[in-house]
Structures are given as structure tokens and as C-alpha cells.
């Protein structure tokens, strides 16, 4: 049975969307995602509020009520009759985010074992067939197959194997193995 | 350069002394290491304190300050110049142990960066050359080469290749490159 790594933060988790909302509440903007379009948060953001923008990761409740992303559920279910599922999270920068990480994935993702949450920072570490991430590198690291999940900040970013949503997943693993 | 993935209970931290002196207070028992030759505190606890053996690994402080196994930071420290050491713990089945593990191997590891850590479950996502891991379990899950680190429970297993202190750790590495 091969086994897929799957990242949490802006894959199964709409982690820049609770970001953008903090933002925009502190700063009194309206910025979108298609502001965002070929550079992400980090570098839209100017640098004096770069700290903030830091701290807003930092908060013991950021982590704790991330929304979904589309089809994650769905998708993660049915693959996960076929596969190996693990979840590789990068935990170890943000060290708050550990308990909400591991309560946010038991109350979302029950069918997935705790015992296949892999909270980690290189993702070099892992053993598995397929990673799904939206950071290149991750993917650069990894050393298996590696499935760019469409982000703002990557989308100027050629080379790899892309997917832009959970239903691009599902399609992708329909012939495989 | 050859990855060495290191545990950290009962290899790097003294997790059994810390477990024992909470039961033997709690008890108003005297067990030692040797009352538990050949299985351990699990199996040595009777049926019907094993809801509070368990209970003291969910303590909030249980991990928070644990004491180091003897050598475990100079060779580690040594080790960390040859080799990429990563350390990698089976953090999920106790998720109070997150952040203190976390704490823990700042304070006493600082020369290994947090990007090398691995709160996990299955070992056997692990891509590395070296596992060192007292328990048998994890070290047949694992890919590579398996060094079994000497501890009560395991006294009696055989079939691994064996190391039963940081002296003989270091020792095992001197040879590989």
C-alpha cells in the first residue's frame, strides 16, 4: 500500500484565510487573496508590520479553529481506504501550534490515527511515496513524488507536479496504485 | 553525510526514574530498576494501578524536566559535528508531552535545531540511516540500521544489535562514517 504525506497549513487547513482575517481586523485593510496572487502574505505584508504579522502565528488560539480547505475531508476519507495517510505538519517554527495542531486534526480528520501525525520541520525526514505541500521547498526535500498544492504564493512556480484543489487529489490517486 | 534519528524516552531522557519515583511516591512503594528486569513498569504494575500509571504521563509537568541519561549530551554533541541527527519521539499517544518535550530538548540539546525534531507516532515513516530506540517495536517499523538502547524492559529481547549506554553509542560511531 503506498503512503501519502499530506501538509497541513494551506492544503487541509485554510491557514492563510484566518491570517488574511487577522491582518485586515489589526490593520484596518481589505486585502484579498488576489492581492496576494505570486507572493503570499509574508512578502505583500511591508516590513514594519512583519512582526505582527509573526505574532498573529504565535497566538495560542490561531491553530485551534482553522477552516477547511474544500474536499479535504471528503477526498482524505475515501483516499484513505486506498493508502497510507499521514499528515507531516511543520509544526517545530511555531511551538504553540503543537496542541491545537494535534486537537484540530482529532476533530476534523478522526478516521486518520494520531500514530500518523508526523509533526516535524525538514521534510527530508519522511518516508513515503507521495507528498502533498504547498511550499517547493518541501517538496524540494522530499524524496519521493512530490504534489504542489496551488497556493498565492506559489503560483509562479514552474516544475513541479501541480494540483490545485482536493478534487485535483482525488483525480490524480484515481490511477494509482 | 548519515542520519542518525535518536528517541528520547528512556534514551535521551530518563523518562523510567522520573515514571518510577511519581509511583513509588504515589504508592508509598520502594521498586527499583531491578524489581523491573525483564519487563518494565507496565508490566510490573498491578491491573489495577494502571489507570494511574498512565495518569502521570498525562500530567501537565511529567515531561517538562525529566533528567538526562549520562553522556547522552556530549555524545550528542560530538556525534552532531560527523553526523545529521534528528530526534524523533513518539509524542502522540501522550499530546500533553508536546510542548514540554519541545521546552526540553531546547534546554538541554541547543545545538540541535528544531527543524530536526520529530513529535510522531509510527516510526517507520522515518527516512534516516540510524534509529536508536529501546523499544524493539520501533526499530523493526524502522528502514534503516537499528541500534536497541538497553533498558529494564527490553533486558530480555534479543535479535537486535544492542548499545547499553551513550559510551557505547559513541563508540559504535567512532567506525562509521
Not at 485554510?14 to 489589526?26: F, G, M, V
Request: proline share 6%; glycine share 6%.
Amino acid at each position: 500500500m503506498s503512503r501519502i504525506c499530506v501538509d497541513m497549513d494551506e492544503v487541509m487547513a485554510d491557514t492563510l484565510a484566518e491570517h488574511l482575517r487577522r491582518y485586515n481586523q489589526a490593520f484596518d485593510e481589505e486585502v484579498t487573496l488576489e492581492d496576494l496572487a505570486g507572493k503570499g502574505l509574508w512578502e505583500y505584508t511591508p516590513l514594519d508590520r512583519k512582526e505582527q504579522l509573526r505574532a498573529f502565528l504565535d497566538a495560542e488560539d490561531f491553530f485551534e479553529d482553522l477552516p477547511l480547505m474544500p474536499g479535504a475531508q471528503e477526498v482524505l476519507r475515501e483516499l484513505s481506504k486506498r493508502f497510507e495517510i499521514f499528515i507531516a505538519t511543520q509544526a517545530m517554527a511555531v511551538p504553540n501550534s503543537l496542541g491545537p495542531k494535534y486537537r484540530w486534526l482529532q476533530r476534523h480528520f478522526p478516521f486518520i490515527p494520531p500514530s500518523h501525525y508526523v509533526f516535524c520541520g525538514d521534510k527530508g525526514i519522511l518516508s513515503a511515496d507521495y507528498l502533498i505541500d504547498d511550499q517547493p521547498r518541501n517538496l524540494l526535500r522530499f524524496n519521493g513524488q512530490g504534489l504542489l498544492f496551488t497556493a498565492p504564493h506559489n503560483l509562479a512556480i514552474a516544475g513541479f507536479v501541480r494540483v490545485s484543489n482536493w478534487q485535483e487529489i482525488a483525480e490524480y490517486f484515481q490511477t494509482v496504485t
